[in-house]
């Protein structure tokens, strides 16, 4: 009998076979069958037999040295995603429109449980460096997407967050629950959310959500500036413009759905 099944046999079979693809993330992009084997905590033979069914269908490649990578057949999938990659080609014009009115990092990101994930992101040469990338997933408190998103979230999903331990990534940070709720209750009331030097201590973004049909929030925009240059009231006005936009792009209309 398989060693997996005997340790863990409350196991399913599609748990190991998610568990083989989630072994691949930002810092583990490439991975060898051992690898796989012992960050999806599977035996050798396991892993490569699911490996194999999975390279076969074209979700992992293998390159000439033997190192797996994410497969082109997994990007093909993810791009049917209505909060991935159609979002992205709805929202690149008006991330495209922030970015020359600012030439500074513009991000588009959704929210997943309770982290931000982010779907697009631009950024210039001379703009502040941030821990962003597409994909890159963050908690939703630390983030000027993340407030926005968090904010227009229920209230239920608003307070058993702010129930958990808030982590802090700068002195800054917000970790306080009663802090939390009342930067949560401004963002509702301005339409914005800001977000200063919360991840890094050079950094502020600004940010406005994004509403779909129904007028539910979908997303969020938002635009990352040196915290010593910030001018709030300057970019908040092209911030609520691009999520508009945004909004409009995808159906919502204000005149019929408030804001």
């Given at each position: 009998m398989d060693r997996d099944a005997l340790a863990a046999p409350s196991r399913s079979a599609p748990d190991r076979?998610?568990?083989v693809l989630a072994a691949f993330d930002h810092a583990h992009a490439a991975l060898t069958l051992s690898d796989i084997s012992?960050?999806?905590g599977l035996s050798l033979t396991t892993a490569h037999r699911l490996v194999g069914a999975?390279?076969?269908?074209?979700?992992?490649e293998r390159?000439?040295?033997?190192?797996?990578?994410v497969g082109l057949r997994l990007w093909e999938v993810a791009a049917l995603a209505p909060r991935g990659l159609a979002l992205r080609q709805v929202a690149l014009p008006f991330l495209e429109d922030l970015y020359e009115a600012t030439h500074e990092n513009v991000q588009l990101a959704v929210r997943d449980g309770s982290e931000?994930?982010?779907t697009e992101w631009l950024s210039g040469r001379s703009a502040v460096g941030v821990h962003i990338r597409v994909g890159a997933r963050w908690p939703l408190h630390v983030t000027g997407v993340g407030l926005a998103l968090l904010a227009h979230c229920g209230s239920e999903a608003q307070e058993a967050y702010c129930a958990q331990p808030l982590t802090a990534y700068t002195s800054h940070t917000i970790t306080d629950p009663v802090r939390l709720r009342r930067a949560l209750a401004e963002?509702?009331?301005?339409?914005?959310a800001?977000?200063?030097r919360q991840v890094t201590d050079d950094a502020l973004s600004v940010a406005a959500p994004v509403r779909g049909p129904d007028g539910a929030v979908a997303a969020a925009v938002s635009v990352v500036v040196p915290y010593a240059d910030a001018q709030v009231p300057t970019l908040t006005p092209a911030v609520r413009l691009a999520a508009r936009g945004i909004s409009r792009a995808l159906g919502w209309r204000p005149e019929s759905r408030g804001e």
């Open positions: 076979l998610l568990s012992r960050r999806a999975l390279t076969e269908w074209g979700a992992l390159d000439a040295s033997g190192v797996y990578h931000v994930v982010y963002v509702r009331r301005s339409g914005v800001v977000s200063s």
